[in-house]
């Protein structure tokens, strides 16, 4: 009875981490996961619509959009050009324009780029 119960409870507990949440952390096999491209940032009429995740847009946050890294996950954006940085939080999909890997929050790339410039050559990196 009690092999019975452990490998009940050890699929109960197998089952229900296959069906957590993304960590705010590198989720388990991304770490050191890089990428590079061009990086472009959200046009302001996206301001308070819903991302895919299902929060709200502030241009003022640092997050940004990708299309296959889990949402939550931190991600270091490098201009490639003048060796600046910044860590934002994937929160949505996108972008769907051949050649760019990453959308950033106005803030974001403003952080590292110039926003007249609307697109950056950059290398992200799963933190």
Do not use: W
């Not at 991304?30 to 847009?57: C, I, P, V």
């Not at 949505?92 to 106005?106: A, C, E, H, N, Q």
């Amino acid at each position: 009875m009690k092999i019975i119960n452990v490998v009940f409870i050890s699929v109960i507990f197998l089952m229900s981490a296959s069906c957590s949440t993304i960590s705010a952390q590198s989720p388990d096999g991304l770490s050191g996961f890089s990428e590079s491209g061009k990086a472009s940032f959200y046009a302001s009429r996206y301001q308070n619509r819903k991302t895919a995740s299902g929060e709200r847009f502030n241009q003022d946050a640092r997050t940004a959009a990708h299309r296959k890294l889990p949402f939550g996950t931190q991600v270091r954006v490098t201009n490639v050009t003048n060796g600046k940085s910044v860590v934002v939080r994937i929160n949505d999909r996108g972008p769907f324009v051949k050649g760019r890997i990453i959308d950033l929050s106005r803030s974001a790339f403003k952080q590292i780029g110039d926003t007249d410039l609307g697109l950056i050559s950059v290398k992200i990196e799963v933190i």
